[in-house]
Each structure stands twice: as C-alpha cells, then as structure tokens.
C-alpha cells in the first residue's frame, strides 16, 4: 500500500514539476559529428516553431477572421480533433499493412481503455477548448501573457496535492510571472483593447494545462504507455463529448447558416488546422528527443517572444514600454523557473547516496 501510495506521489510530482523518469530517458548518441547533431537540433526546433507559430495564427484566423465570420469555436475545436483521431487511425492502418515503411503503434478502440482515459478527456477537452476561447477573444500578441499562469499553477498543485513546498529562487521566478501577467492585463486596459472574458479563458486554461500534465502520468499505463495511443483515445473521446455540446450551445444552426459552409478554401483551412494540431505533439516529442525537457522549455520560451514580435508587426499593432515589459517579465520569470528546476533537479541527481552494500550490512 505504502509503494503504491509512494509510486503514485512519484508520479504527480514528475508532472507536475516538469520533469521525466530517468530511468525511461534515452542518452543521445556521442557517435555523429558534431557539425551533424547540431543541425538535426537546429533543423527540429525550427520545425517546431514553425508548426507552433503557424498552428496559432491559423486558429486566430479561423476563431476570429473578420473575413470569415465564423462564430463556431466548439466546432472548429472538434473539427480538430476529428482530423488527429482519423489521422492516427490512418497511420496505424498504414503501419499494419506496410510494415517497416514507419513505425507506428496499432490502433483499436477498446471501450474499456476509453473508459479509463474519459477523466483525462474531460481535461483535455477543457485544455483545448479554453485556449481556443482565449485566442477568439484577444490578440495574438497578447495571449501568451494571458495564458501564462501554468507554471504558477504546477507549483500550486504541487503544493495542494503533494504538500510539495518550492524553493525561495522557484517562487520568486512565479511572482515575476504574476507580476508581468497583472501589468500585461493593466496595459492592455489602457490602450482599451483587454478582454476579461478571453483573459479568464487563458487562466482556466493555464490551470488545465497543469490538470492535463498530471492525468495525462496517471492514465499512461492504461495504453501501455504509448503517447500515439493515448491522443487517439484523447481525441476520440473528445469527439462523442463535443457533439452534445455543439446542440447545447447552438453551433449546428450557425454552421448551417454559415455562407462559407460549401468553400473549399473553408474546409481546407479547417483541415491544415487539424493537421498542425496533430504535427504539435509530434514535434514537441521531436524536439524534447533531439535536446532535452529543460532545452525544449527554453526554445517554448523564445518561440512565444518570437511569436509576440510577429504579432505585433503582423497586426500593425503599437504597444507601449510597459507592455513589452509584462511580457518579457512573463518570458523572464519562465526561463529562470526553467533554469531553477533545472538546476535544483541536477544538484538532487549528483547528491552522494548510499551503497547497495552499505544498506544490506545496515539491514543484516
């Protein structure tokens, strides 16, 4: 009881800190010249920029195109979601009939397993929804800062369900997060372009963020561990639970009376949105392969200060100093969490412990 008690702390605290398992860590190979590693890490991360940044700036057109008009953002979210479900069934199949050709776990829907992965659904479901809400209702420029309160809530959670206290240096790097998450919302008020509905949905969202983060360990060995399998089951689950929602909320009548329904640029839009949604988890797994889970937080980091930068030029924006200075703040205080975490982890791995033989004489 007490291993199992003591297997399962184990676990939320790795999510909820940030960190993996070492033992399941895979050493990079020392074999390839340098010259070759370094433009493997470079050709990675910016593929994950790219697919990150273009995935927002896709969603914002789809959830809040003056020119598309489209006011169905359960919908475009489910839509999503349908794409990576039929995707990863497509791939699995592909896999089964031309082994060899890529490596791909195989997919069947087991109600039992969806069963055991819906709480995690329910989460998910909240986690993409609320940052799709978020996006429809405020500027690209600003929704990093207004979905910047994860780290904030990891260490809450840590604390509340853990009773996992944080270091001095950890909790001052959150109060520089707060501090530049209240300036940004105080800016954005100033120049009369804030939202307390999109900020709210970027706060539930950083909270489902962290929720996701821990079921998502907690629910892994019900699909033997396999992270392909655990977005199809995701997505699949998402898919039965949105349909009610789409009655509920009165999206099917607004697609329906949607001019733009029989587009084939609509629907192709619609599509590329899923399949960066689907390219995401694939390069962010890419990247955290070819570097490491600290070195792919810092590249999130300078991606968000890039993304906010392309914003603003994009959008022909004109922010004010203090403005930049919230969101460098919230990129601030994130790195030196970042880095604290990092560093704190690497001073626990090198403390000296004791011998197996030292503990079996202590034990005789």
């Known amino acids: 009881m007490n291993r199992a008690s003591l297997k399962r702390s184990k676990i939320l605290h790795m999510a909820l800190m940030g960190t993996s ?11 390839k010249p340098f010259v070759l590693r370094a433009l493997q890490i470079a050709l990675v991360v910016s593929l994950y920029w790219v697919t990150s940044i273009s995935m927002v700036f896709l969603n914002k057109y789809l959830l809040d195109s003056p020119s ?13 979601c349908l794409v990576t479900a039929l995707l990863c069934k497509g791939l699995s199949s592909l896999a089964t009939c031309c082994p060899g050709t890529m490596d791909f776990p195989t997919l069947r829907l087991d109600l039992r397993v969806a069963r055991s992965i819906l709480p995690l659904s329910v989460v ?17 420029a600003f929704y990093n800062v207004g979905r910047s309160l994860t780290t904030v809530f990891n260490v809450l959670l840590s604390y509340l369900l853990l009773k996992q206290t944080t270091s001095f240096y950890a909790l001052l790097a959150c109060s520089i997060i707060i501090g530049g998450f209240w300036l940004g919302v ?3 008020g100033a120049e009369g372009t804030l939202s307390w509905t999109g900020t709210l949905f970027g706060v539930l969202a950083s909270l489902c963020v962290s929720l996701n983060a821990i079921y998502t360990k907690k629910v892994l060995p019900a699909v033997d ?24 909320l009165g999206e099917l009548p607004a697609l329906y009376n949607f001019p733009q329904l029989g587009s084939a640029h ?3 839009m619609m599509t590329l949105g899923g399949l960066f949604g689907f390219a995401i988890g694939y ?15 810092v590249s999130g ?9 392309l914003a603003v030029l994009y959008y022909e924006e004109t922010k004010s100093f203090l403005w930049w200075m919230s969101n460098m703040m919230v990129l601030g205080g994130s790195s030196a969490y970042t880095w604290v975490r990092g560093w704190e982890m690497k001073k626990i791995q090198e403390e000296p412990r004791p011998k197996e033989e030292e503990k079996s004489n202590v034990e005789v």
């Open 283 to 297: 390069v962010t797994g890419l990247q955290i392969k070819f570097t490491s889970p600290l070195t792919h937080n």
């Open 266 to 268: 609509f629907w192709g």
């Open 21 to 31: 398992d070492p033992s399941g860590e895979t050493e990079a190979s020392h074999e």
């Open 124 to 140: 998910f479901i909240g986690m993409i929804t609320f940052n799709n809400l978020c996006l429809k209702y405020v500027g690209v």
């Open 186 to 188: 105080d800016q954005e």
């Open 225 to 248: 561990g396999s992270i392909w399998r655990l977005t199809f089951y995701n997505n699949v689950n998402a898919c039965v639970l949105f349909l009610p929602l789409l009655l509920l």
């Open 68 to 80: 598309l008009r489209l006011d169905t953002p359960i919908f475009v979210t489910f839509y999503q």
């Open 301 to 309: 980091t300078a991606k968000a200060c890039a993304q906010t930068v």
